[in-house]
Protein backbone atom coordinates (compact mmCIF):
# COMPACT_ATOMS: atom_id res chain seq x y z
CA UNK A 1 0.00 0.00 0.00
CA UNK A 2 1.51 3.99 -0.89
CA UNK A 3 2.14 6.14 1.38
CA UNK A 4 3.16 9.86 1.35
CA UNK A 5 6.34 10.25 4.68
CA UNK A 6 7.43 13.53 5.33
CA UNK A 7 10.73 14.88 6.67
CA UNK A 8 11.68 18.31 8.03
CA UNK A 9 9.53 20.77 9.87
CA UNK A 10 10.50 22.04 13.51
CA UNK A 11 11.15 24.80 15.40
CA UNK A 12 12.83 27.68 13.41
CA UNK A 13 13.63 31.59 13.65
CA UNK A 14 12.17 34.33 11.70
CA UNK A 15 13.43 35.26 8.53
CA UNK A 16 15.50 31.60 8.29
CA UNK A 17 14.63 29.05 5.71
CA UNK A 18 13.79 25.31 5.69
CA UNK A 19 12.86 22.33 3.88
CA UNK A 20 10.37 19.66 3.41
CA UNK A 21 10.08 16.61 2.13
CA UNK A 22 7.83 14.50 0.88
CA UNK A 23 8.82 11.09 -0.33
CA UNK A 24 6.83 8.51 -2.33
CA UNK A 25 6.53 4.71 -0.54
CA UNK A 26 5.21 1.82 -2.50
CA UNK A 27 3.87 4.05 -5.21
CA UNK A 28 5.36 6.26 -8.03
CA UNK A 29 5.19 10.62 -8.44
CA UNK A 30 5.63 9.83 -12.12
CA UNK A 31 2.48 11.06 -12.99
CA UNK A 32 0.96 12.63 -10.18
CA UNK A 33 0.56 16.21 -9.47
CA UNK A 34 1.37 17.28 -6.17
CA UNK A 35 0.86 20.35 -4.22
CA UNK A 36 1.56 21.55 -0.32
CA UNK A 37 -0.92 22.51 2.02
CA UNK A 38 -1.16 24.09 5.50
CA UNK A 39 -3.16 24.33 8.24
CA UNK A 40 -3.12 27.07 10.81
CA UNK A 41 -4.37 26.64 14.61
CA UNK A 42 -7.62 27.79 14.59
CA UNK A 43 -7.64 27.78 10.81
CA UNK A 44 -8.87 26.20 7.77
CA UNK A 45 -6.42 24.25 5.86
CA UNK A 46 -5.16 26.19 2.94
CA UNK A 47 -3.05 25.04 -0.22
CA UNK A 48 0.22 26.81 -0.56
CA UNK A 49 1.86 25.01 -4.10
CA UNK A 50 0.91 22.85 -6.56
CA UNK A 51 3.07 21.56 -9.33
CA UNK A 52 2.03 19.37 -12.72
CA UNK A 53 2.92 16.07 -13.38
CA UNK A 54 4.96 17.20 -15.45
CA UNK A 55 6.38 20.32 -13.60
CA UNK A 56 5.47 22.24 -16.38
CA UNK A 57 2.98 24.12 -14.06
CA UNK A 58 2.79 25.52 -11.07
CA UNK A 59 0.56 26.90 -8.69
CA UNK A 60 1.11 29.46 -5.41
CA UNK A 61 -0.97 31.00 -2.92
CA UNK A 62 -0.28 34.69 -2.70
CA UNK A 63 0.96 34.02 1.07
CA UNK A 64 3.75 32.21 -0.28
CA UNK A 65 4.39 33.89 -3.38
CA UNK A 66 8.12 34.86 -3.94
CA UNK A 67 9.18 33.14 -0.36
CA UNK A 68 8.29 29.20 -0.77
CA UNK A 69 9.34 27.02 -3.85
CA UNK A 70 7.74 23.74 -4.83
CA UNK A 71 10.08 20.86 -6.80
CA UNK A 72 9.96 17.54 -7.58
CA UNK A 73 12.68 14.78 -8.51
CA UNK A 74 11.06 11.85 -9.82
CA UNK A 75 13.77 9.19 -9.83
CA UNK A 76 13.87 9.86 -6.35
CA UNK A 77 9.70 10.43 -6.07
CA UNK A 78 10.13 12.92 -4.20
CA UNK A 79 8.20 16.24 -3.74
CA UNK A 80 9.88 19.69 -1.96
CA UNK A 81 9.03 22.60 0.00
CA UNK A 82 11.56 24.69 0.07
CA UNK A 83 10.63 27.76 2.54
CA UNK A 84 12.59 31.02 2.70
CA UNK A 85 12.30 34.14 4.66
CA UNK A 86 9.92 32.41 7.33
CA UNK A 87 7.37 34.46 9.06
CA UNK A 88 5.58 33.72 12.33
CA UNK A 89 2.52 33.56 10.17
CA UNK A 90 3.75 30.54 8.40
CA UNK A 91 3.38 28.29 11.38
CA UNK A 92 1.29 25.25 10.44
CA UNK A 93 1.05 21.54 9.83
CA UNK A 94 2.72 21.39 6.51
CA UNK A 95 1.03 18.30 4.14
CA UNK A 96 2.45 17.04 1.30
CA UNK A 97 -0.79 15.57 -1.19
CA UNK A 98 -1.17 13.75 -4.58
CA UNK A 99 -4.10 15.04 -7.18
CA UNK A 100 -5.28 16.72 -10.26
CA UNK A 101 -3.52 19.68 -10.88
CA UNK A 102 -5.94 22.97 -12.21
CA UNK A 103 -5.00 26.52 -13.09
CA UNK A 104 -7.05 26.77 -9.59
CA UNK A 105 -5.16 24.54 -7.26
CA UNK A 106 -4.79 20.82 -6.60
CA UNK A 107 -7.68 18.36 -6.61
CA UNK A 108 -7.83 15.92 -3.83
CA UNK A 109 -9.80 13.34 -4.73
CA UNK A 110 -10.36 9.90 -2.63
CA UNK A 111 -8.13 7.40 -4.10
CA UNK A 112 -5.40 10.43 -3.70
CA UNK A 113 -2.53 10.18 -1.28
CA UNK A 114 -1.71 12.80 1.85
CA UNK A 115 1.58 13.15 3.99
CA UNK A 116 1.11 12.83 7.70
CA UNK A 117 1.33 16.01 8.23
CA UNK A 118 4.66 18.17 9.83
CA UNK A 119 4.78 20.77 12.79
CA UNK A 120 6.49 24.21 11.48
CA UNK A 121 7.01 26.77 14.16
CA UNK A 122 8.68 30.03 13.39
CA UNK A 123 9.31 31.59 16.16
CA UNK A 124 12.31 33.77 18.57
Known amino acids: QGKLVQSGGGLVQPGSSRRLSCSAS????????VGWFRQAPGKEREEILS????????FYADSVKGRFTISRDNLKDIVYLQMTNLKPEDTAIYSC?????????????????WGQGTQVTVSS
Open 97 to 113: ATGEYTDYGLLVGHDDY
Open 26 to 33: GLTLDYAA
Open 51 to 58: MSSSGSKT
